[in-house]
């Protein structure tokens, strides 16, 4: 999507305020002794109150709200009737629509007692987010997102999931460009433009540069195991800076 009125731009800030807020909310609630079932029945609640649409379940018919993965599961994992343990690193990914717009967000966190690998690797990822946002402006190759986020991870001797990446979205939950990759590919020469809205993803971890699809064809597993982490927020691009969708404030 290409946004360029006034009135789409308060579309996407509106419902990008209200996923980022539902995450907040998720983050908040997650404890020991919680099952994914009930955190992700909160995040229905909350969308229902706020008149937004699950994104997954409308585009998808994912059997769930939110894609709820507990490490080693690094996307798009099933909610179901396992309970969150001290100690779990917890992915929560909230994409829903309102008035025909769509908006994006997730981010990985602890519940209960962190690990000190665990939060240096947060740490990382979401240095890589905030550095790949810097280069996202009119007129940058796709490709400089993505090396942002490489740097960040070898200077931290983190991996980056390559399976894994960015996209567009607006008027839908997956647009063009379709898919950004969250390491530097020399060969893509696609550029952003004006007004493009697109998410920034990036995907780190331990251990593992790829995933594989688990056999409840959803659920994504670190292909050598360890455990990953994901910061996302969806951006309007600029001749600046980008304009973030999914500020919870």
């Known amino acids: 999507m ?3 009125t006034p009135e789409e731009i308060q579309k996407l800030r509106e419902i990008g305020r209200i996923v ?5 909310m998720m983050k908040e609630a997650a404890k020991p002794g919680m099952s994914l079932l009930e955190l992700d029945a909160l995040a229905g609640e909350f969308l229902k109150a706020h008149g937004a649409r699950s994104a997954p379940q409308v585009t998808y018919d994912f059997p769930g709200v939110t894609c709820l993965s507990i ?7 099933i909610p179901n009737e396992q309970i969150l343990k001290d100690g ?14 769509f908006g994006d967000t997730g981010g990985s966190f ?8 665990g939060e240096r ?9 905030q550095e790949a946002m810097k280069a996202a402006k009119a007129g940058a190759k796709l490709n400089k ?4 986020i490489e740097s960040v991870a070898d200077r931290y001797r983190f991996t980056i999931i390559e399976n894994l990446g960015s996209h567009g979205v607006g008027k839908s939950l997956h647009e063009e460009p379709k898919f950004i990759a969250g390491f530097y590919d020399p060969d893509d020469k696609r550029v952003l433009k004006k007004g493009q809205v697109i998410t920034i993803e990036p995907f780190l971890a331990t251990k593992s540069c790829f995933v594989d699809e688990m056999p409840d064809g959803w659920s994504l597993i670190a292909d050598e195991g360890g455990i990953s982490a994901q910061f996302e927020h ?3 691009i600029t001749d600046g800076a980008p304009l973030v969708m999914t500020d919870p404030n």
Not at 88 to 101: Q, T
Not at 110 to 117: F, K, L, M, R, S
């Open 2 to 4: 290409i946004a360029t």
């Open 20 to 24: 980022a807020r539902c995450l907040q």
């Open 71 to 77: 490490a080693p599961v690094v996307a798009h994992g």
């Open 88 to 101: 779990d690193l917890l992915n929560v990914d909230v994409s829903a629509e309102k008035d025909g717009f």
């Open 110 to 117: 602890y519940v209960g007692t962190p690990d000190p690998e």
């Open 121 to 129: 690797l947060l740490k990382a990822t979401a240095e890589a987010l």
């Open 145 to 148: 997102i993505g090396q942002r």
């Open 234 to 236: 969806t951006l309007v």
